[in-house]
């Protein structure tokens, strides 16, 4: 069986755009230095793929001073895995 992992996203900066997903719950777009979230739902794009909303955006070093607590921010494993500031 063929798994399908093309992600339809909705809303956000890339709404009405396709990516690949690589079938994992969580789709991240790095757009001009910022994080953009994409998550994945039950919906189904006819039979090309499943649909993932747009989550909101994120600094890749976290949250900045005054604005947000960067102790509290809310990880981001692209931001992570490519060792931005944030939580380490």
């Keep these: 069986m063929e798994t399908n992992t093309k992600a339809h996203l909705v809303g956000g900066p890339r709404d009405g755009s396709t990516q690949d997903s690589d079938g994992r719950a969580l789709v991240e777009i790095e757009i001009d230095g910022m994080i953009h979230r994409y998550i994945r739902t039950t919906k189904e794009h006819g039979e090309d793929g499943t649909v993932y909303n747009y989550d909101g ?27 931005h500031g944030g939580t380490h």
């Design 57 to 83: 955006m994120v600094a890749p070093d976290g949250g900045e001073p005054g604005v947000e607590d960067p102790q509290a921010r809310v990880a981001s494993p692209k931001a992570d895995s490519e060792g």
